[in-house]
């Protein structure tokens, strides 16, 4: 089985800062040699062409794209510019771009159904938050953001899907693991019922060396998307090597 293991920048690093990771988690990667583990950082938009010009052991992903192709929509970033800089695809309604810049599902869809047309990749992350965990609301919220988010897609190979609790990112607890293995099983017998699709699953939230362990041993999923853990490129590759 190939693990994903995706580190998401989010607003962070200098081109410089961005280069010295790249070359420290590059090193790294090439010298395993491993072919069941595939790597992505998902960076901020200014670095993508320099950065999958002159690395390609890493696929090089943005964090967002517009939902728009193009026109008077003042500081968008489309996807023929991002294609134009040579990018593999998006992570796509992150709980930041949907929590501070109040993203919906209808935007996400959109933003998914251009990636689709582009024949490029979606990280579609979902997640309920403290309050609708509480409240007993979980399922039925993963369940409407994935339903919404993949109106009117066809073709599910291109995407993948993350599953973030919003109480997680951030904080350093991940969720309890039990809970965990609750949630994938919900998630691939809801895709599976839905679309007959065989889901590659992420999970992401406070993923630390320690986690990814528990992840791979207690687990099905297809491996983590992480944040403030990877920002160093040593800690980064520590939790590589801990896979
Ligand atoms: P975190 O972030 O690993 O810092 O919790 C994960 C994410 O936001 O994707």
Redesign the pocket.
Known sequence: MKYIIAS?W?ANFTLQEAIDWFEKVTSYIEKLHSSNIRVIAAVPYPYIHHLSTNFTTLDVFSQNISHVEGGAYTGEVTISMLKSINFKGS?VG???RRHIFNETNEIINKKILLLQKNSLESIL?VGETLDERKQGRTKQTIQQQISEALRGVTNFELITI?Y?PVW?????I?IDINDLIEMEKFIREFVLREYNWQAKILY????DKGFIREIIQKTTLDGA??????WNPFNFIDIIGNL
């Open positions: 998401n989010k992570i992150h709980s930041e992350c993350a973030e997680a990112i951030g904080t350093g991940p992401g939230g406070s993923v998307l992480i944040g403030s853990a990877s």
